[in-house]
């Protein structure tokens, strides 16, 4: 059970029985209440109905695309919305988490990826939490003072990396598209282009990452962005 | 004006000119030509009018020299009244000669446009012909023949031919926006040709109201297509040139559709033969592959849900990542057939990006999640490597593919170690197992599709995974061998191309 999330409503929108019935399931267990739609156009209308505090939602439906569903929803409504979706499709995904859907999970997903990315969403709704200190694992971050350490080692960071963790910390474990990266750290008016993104993660790793073959924080989200991996700490 | 109004005023100035001449030079020469001698100077205009001008104008030059000759030389002297009917025969003469001369000279002036035309026409199906030969579509050579044939005939031309379901449809016109294409009865009459294999349109025994003239292209007693123009507008002996040049370029498109065809057919076959024999490995090894992890999930699901037994919880947790595995297993599976599909389908593209290889390594090793956990995993990755310009999912999916072969094929616990370095080929990327060494003529087939090497004590792959690899790499230009270790072991490489690209402006 989570404390800061106990009895919060999931909505559950995908036309496979199996998927509703297992998430229904697995999620009761952790002691969120689970409506279920199994249709883009019902789901857009219990989203409106109930109010759930979160939304599951699968990009492929039957009636209406994932897609629709989230600018449909996004219309009126900030509920957070995870996608489901299967891996062929990542500009699906992007276009999805662009559109304003807050994270995604690639079917078939382990239930500890889901209620990982389940909690993110739920703490990124929890206010007045301006804490200058950042602390994922041995990672900490003292954002009044600009400084960065690992294993209470200070790391000397550009101005460049240090906005890039500081961006991927403030929202950790949800994942931020490369678009996201691009335009917040190198600014809207920029060409976005990935190679930029490629080499400042590449050093990023090298000075934070005990192996940066095998990286433990910032985690690669192929074809879609990056995932400061926050549930070291949980 | 143009040049042919330039050339036949001067023609109309030398013929009054010559007339003048005539009358001028016999008058004032007195009685140095005898009228006999006159009347045959005048047949000169007439002659030159003849050869040079139409008939009207040579019969018009015949009445104005005979107006002369009577009105200045024959008796009675400035008037034409004649006196002796023996000038009638000069008039009748004089006309004659105008009008053979002229008919003459049409005659020859036809014959060498027809020589001109029928070379130009000889050029047209020469040039046609070698343009035929160079191609090898259906579809190429269905545009190039109505073109030929619209430039040929200077009518639109439209060609039907049964497509890849065996429908007959239009397959090509020179006009697609002209009647003939656009007409639906015009299509009924092209059909009516390719089912009877006979001619039809103006000028023929079927449907002589059609606005096309049709034939079918025989070969041998199978009709391949219908060959059709538009001769709604001619006349009748444009008609029958214009079914001449067209019956002409039938043969020769049939000629050129016989020979694609065929090679198409050809291909067909020999594909056909291919995917029977790629299909039935395809099945041996996935009822394999795809059974193990289900006979291992369901056996553990039942032990599990049946009532029998009292599990521990430590068989419990044992059965239960039984399932986990055999899930992986499945779903790597999977991805490999998938990746297979989307390899093989004619719409593939790479989606290719700047990647950095130590990401996509960090991600290949990832999907490993616990199962690398219990063996020692090296990585090497050679400092400041370029960035690669790939599909960073299929260069994951090969290093997948490569561990995953590793793991197999190698005794539990020992080392895999994986290597990327700055080459002259490129970026060369290796994964190294001690496993048993692969016999030196196998190095070669391992990445044959469904080929496996049969290794006593170790597990049976899909034989799906290394030709999988070796579709990716190929794609991307790079080159992927497998080579045994001196130490003991085998090593499985690969090569991706660099591509030079911008240099980033930050200074670190």
Not at chain 2, 38 to 51: D, E, K, N, Q, R
């Amino acid at each position: 059970m989570t404390p800061e999330t106990g009895g919060a409503r999931i909505l559950v929108i995908d036309d496979e029985p199996e998927i509703r019935r297992l998430l229904k399931v697995a999620l009761s267990a952790h002691g969120y209440v689970v409506l279920e739609a199994e249709a883009g156009q019902k789901g857009i209308d219990r989203a409106s109905l109930d109010h759930p505090d979160l939304i599951i939602l699968d990009m492929g439906l039957p009636d209406v695309d994932g897609l629709e569903v989230v600018k449909a929803i996004r219309e009126w409504s900030s509920v957070p919305i995870i996608i489901l979706s299967v891996r062929e499709r990542e500009d699906d995904k992007v276009a999805a988490l662009d559109a304003g859907a807050n994270d995604y999970v690639t079917k078939p997903f382990g239930m500890d990826e889901l209620t990982a990315r389940i909690r993110a969403a739920f703490r990124a709704l929890i206010p007045g939490e301006n804490s200058p200190v950042l602390e994922v694992g041995d990672l900490w971050m003292d954002l009044s003072k600009r400084l960065t350490s690992v294993s209470g080692k200070e790391v000397s960071l550009t101005p460049t990396e240090y906005e890039l963790l500081k961006y991927l910390a403030t929202n950790a474990d949800k994942v931020i598209t490369h678009k996201q990266l691009l335009t917040r750290v190198w600014g809207v008016d920029f060409v976005p282009d990935i190679q930029y993104l490629r080499v400042y993660i590449g050093q990023l790793r090298k000075k934070i990452e005990p192996d940066p073959s095998r990286p433990i924080y910032i985690l690669t989200e192929p074809g879609v962005g990056y995932r400061l991996a926050g549930s070291i700490s949980d | 004006m143009t040049v042919e109004q330039r050339r036949r005023i001067i023609d109309y100035l030398v013929i009054l000119a010559l007339l003048a001449v005539v009358t001028i030079v016999c008058k004032t020469t007195g009685k140095f030509f005898n009228i006999t001698d006159v009347a045959m100077l005048y047949l000169l205009p007439i002659i030159y009018a003849g050869a040079r001008t139409d008939i009207w104008s040579s019969v018009a030059t015949a009445i104005a020299g005979v107006l002369l000759f009577d009105l200045f030389f024959v008796p009675p002297l400035y008037t034409i009244t004649v006196s002796d009917a023996h000038y009638i025969v000069t008039f009748v003469i004089f006309l004659l000669v105008g009008i053979t001369t002229s008919v003459i000279s049409d005659r020859l002036k036809n014959k060498t446009k027809e020589t001109e035309a029928a070379l130009g026409q000889t050029r047209a199906m020469y040039d046609l012909s070698t343009e035929l030969t160079a191609v090898s579509s259906v579809r190429e050579l269905s545009r190039i023949i109505v073109s030929g044939v619209a430039d040929a005939t200077g009518s639109d031309a439209a060609l039907y031919l049964p497509d890849r379901s065996n429908v007959f449809t239009l397959m090509a016109a020179s006009n697609p926006e002209g009647r003939l294409a656009t007409d639906r009865n015009e299509g009924g009459v092209a059909g009516w040709v390719f089912e009877y294999g006979q001619e039809a349109g103006p000028g023929t025994d079927t449907l002589p109201g059609a606005r096309g003239l049709y034939v079918p292209l025989k070969w041998e007693d199978e009709i391949l297509g219908v060959l059709g123009i538009d001769v709604s507008e001619e006349t009748n002996s444009d008609l029958a040139r214009k079914k001449v040049l067209l019956l002409a370029f039938a043969g020769l498109a049939t000629l050129a559709l016989n020979k694609v065809l065929l090679s198409a057919a050809t291909q067909h076959v020999k594909n056909l033969e291919a995917s029977d024999k790629l299909r039935g490995a395809l099945f041996d090894s996935m009822s394999h592959e795809l059974r193990t992890p289900l006979a291992s999930i369901i056996g553990a699901v039942t032990s599990l849900t049946g009532s029998e037994v009292a599990y521990t919880d430590e068989q419990k947790i044992e059965l239960l990542d039984t399932i986990n595995k055999g899930a992986a297993r499945m779903d790597r599976l999977v991805r490999n057939l998938l990746d297979m599909a989307r390899l093989e389908s004619d719409s593939f593209k790479l989606k290719t990006e700047w990647c950095d290889i130590q990401d996509v390594i960090g991600v290949a090793l990832a999907a490993f999640g616990e199962e690398l956990e219990n063996r020692p995993t090296v990585v090497n990755v050679e400092e400041d490597l370029p960035l690669l310009k790939i599909d960073f999912e299929l260069i994951v999916q090969v290093l997948v593919n490569l561990v995953d072969n590793a793991l197999k094929y190698s005794p539990p616990g020992s080392k895999i170690e994986t290597t990327a370095r700055h080459e002259s080929a490129g970026v060369v990327v290796s994964v190294e197992d001690q496993g048993p060494k692969i016999p030196n003529e196998e190095l070669n087939r391992v990445f044959d599709k469904f080929y496996r090497i049969e290794i006593p004590g170790t597990a049976a792959g899909s034989g799906l995974g290394l030709s999988i690899c070796k579709s990716i790499i190929d794609v991307h230009g790079g080159s992927i061998w497998a080579e045994t270790r001196p130490g003991g072991g085998n090593r499985f490489v690969f090569s991706l191309p660099v591509v030079e690209r911008k240099p980033e402006s930050e200074t670190r």
